[in-house]
């Protein structure tokens, strides 16, 4: 049977007459596609990928990583209620966001740098939409059969056999669904403790709801949309052309050796007899011969599927393989003026050539990498674990004391970013006459106020600052707030200003 593949659609025009045929419909409904299970290096490659990938996104919440007393022991969380990331040794606050935007700029690049070499390696083989459709596809055939059996089940009745083997199908997608839904959940809370509130109940509403909408949408995109995702929903095949140059390995069919097609013993005829193994194994059920599509993963299973084909019919493997553009151009110029058979074929292959992965293009993103690389590391090797935020009081802008005296007040929020406690000296850099007051605070031998941290958290402080009757200064004077170590070094200092009435 042939690949059951969408039809064109072509924008209909209205009729001349008032009986002309009826114009086609703008759209089509969706021919499902039935991919035909194969076996060879490039599945065995992506069954490996597949279990490593899912091994990660499944265990790694379980991983435990001491950081101390009232610490989260959790290698990789997200504390949305602490505000914090964890990621082992790491931990990124909220106002480091600075840090995520790094990495999602690394993501890309390598994304586009990935694709200037291999063409969509990463639709192909790590993509999160490929790895679970693999799966769901894996557990479909296991109960339902292959590609034949599947067709012919899904054209009987409602029996007995249909509902139980569709059922089953159903549950276990159901049951992968729910299994992602819950580690996506363990990500943002601790596993362990979350994992017994979640199954008694006692969870709280978001939980339950991104369970949901994770497991949901898993069922449908895997299950279901499966195809339709890569071409009509993702982005990515839009603008992925704009990588790929001549010397991108793509997943290509050699025209020059296959054609022209026929049977295996005719003659005259190139090595593609036109089996259409190629398309019955695609998971998006397209043709390769038909050259470069945006509906192509480059998953390469045609590749395994048309090497069996060769093999079985004792001619050489790689009618269809990863290959640049340019040595396809080079092989179809060097071998098109000679006929069908094994002098066309080893022409083609001696011209073929190491791919150029150093180029124009990928030196570009190597640099750019380099450089968002050398930026984080940076910012990282000169990150604070010591912060102090003066927040000033508005109302009122300062107070007239009994005395004459004029006074600001200010909140002092001092973050410390390290499991211990450490404990700094306040001084105040300001005009002579000004004095500071911590509420609650203790002195230093010199008088100044000690502030102490809480591990890897705020404390707030009060400080007056004061100036005394008969003490003349402008309406606006600047003033800065220092943090002084044991050893006499300014941890960190932040400006504000002390307001006062006109002169």
């Known amino acids: 049977m042939g690949a059951l593949k969408l039809p064109e659609q072509t924008r209909p025009e209205a009729p001349a007459a008032s009986g002309a045929t009826p114009a086609a419909p703008l759209y089509a409904k969706r021919q499902k596609v039935y991919p035909k299970a194969v076996q060879g290096r ?57 840090y995520l935007t790094g990495l999602l700029v690394l993501g890309a690049i390598g994304l586009f740098a990935a694709t200037s070499l291999f063409g969509r390696v990463w639709c192909g083989f790590t993509c999160p939409q490929t790895v679970w459709t693999d799966l769901f596809m894996l557990v479909e055939r296991r109960i339902q059969g292959d590609r034949n059996a599947r067709m012919r089940l899904d054209l009987k009745p409602w029996t007995r056999e249909w509902v139980v083997k569709k059922g089953l199908t159903h549950a276990v997608w159901l049951g992968i669904a729910a299994a992602t839904g819950g580690a996506w959940i363990m990500y943002f809370n601790d596993a362990l403790e979350m994992t017994p509130r979640f199954f008694t109940g006692q969870a709280s509403l978001e939980v339950y709801f991104f369970f949901g909408l994770f497991t949901a949408t898993t069922y449908l995109l895997a299950g279901w949309a499966r195809e339709q995702v890569c071409t009509y929903m993702c982005p990515w095949p839009r603008f992925q052309a704009a990588m790929l140059d001549e010397n991108s390995l793509v997943v290509t069919y050699r025209a020059w050796r296959g054609e022209p097609r026929g049977k295996a013993k005719a003659e005259g005829v190139g090595d593609c007899v036109d089996c259409r193994a190629c398309v019955h194994v695609c998971p998006t059920g397209i043709d390769i011969r038909d050259g470069q599509q945006m509906e192509c993963i480059g998953c390469g299973l045609c590749i395994d599927a048309c090497d069996d084909v060769m093999t079985r019919l004792q001619r050489p493997r790689g009618l269809i393989a990863f290959e640049t553009l340019a ?66 009081d508005r109302a009122p802008i300062f107070v007239r004391l009994s005395d004459g005296g004029i006074r600001n007040a200010y909140t002092l929020k001092l973050g410390d970013k390290t499991p211990g406690v450490e404990a700094y000296s306040l001084a105040l850099e300001a005009p002579a006459g000004l004095n500071l007051i911590v509420l609650d605070a203790e002195s230093d031998p010199a008088g100044a106020p000690v502030l102490t941290t809480r591990p890897d958290g705020i404390t707030q402080w009060r400080a007056l600052v004061t100036a005394p009757a008969g003490l003349r200064l402008p309406e606006s004077v600047p003033v800065t707030f220092r943090l002084v170590d044991a050893r006499g070094r300014v941890a960190v200092s932040t400006s504000s200003v002390f307001l006062g009435p006109k002169p």
């Open 327 to 392: 040595n396809l151009a080079a092989s179809e110029a060097a071998a098109g003026a000679l006929p069908p058979g094994p002098q066309r074929r080893a022409c083609g292959m001696q011209v073929r050539r190491v791919p150029r992965f150093l180029r124009a293009r990928t030196l570009v993103y190597a640099g750019a990498l380099a450089l968002v690389v050398a930026a984080m590391g940076g910012a990282w090797l000169l990150r604070q674990t010591t912060s102090l935020a003066v927040i000033r």
């Open 42 to 98: 490039v599945r065995r490659a992506k069954w490996l990928i597949l279990v490593l990938c899912l091994l990660l996104y499944y265990t790694v919440p379980l991983i435990r990583w001491d950081r101390g007393p009232d610490m989260p022991d959790q290698a990789v969380l997200v504390d949305m209620n602490a505000g914090r990331l964890f990621f082992f040794w790491i931990e990124i606050w909220p106002q480091e966001v600075y």
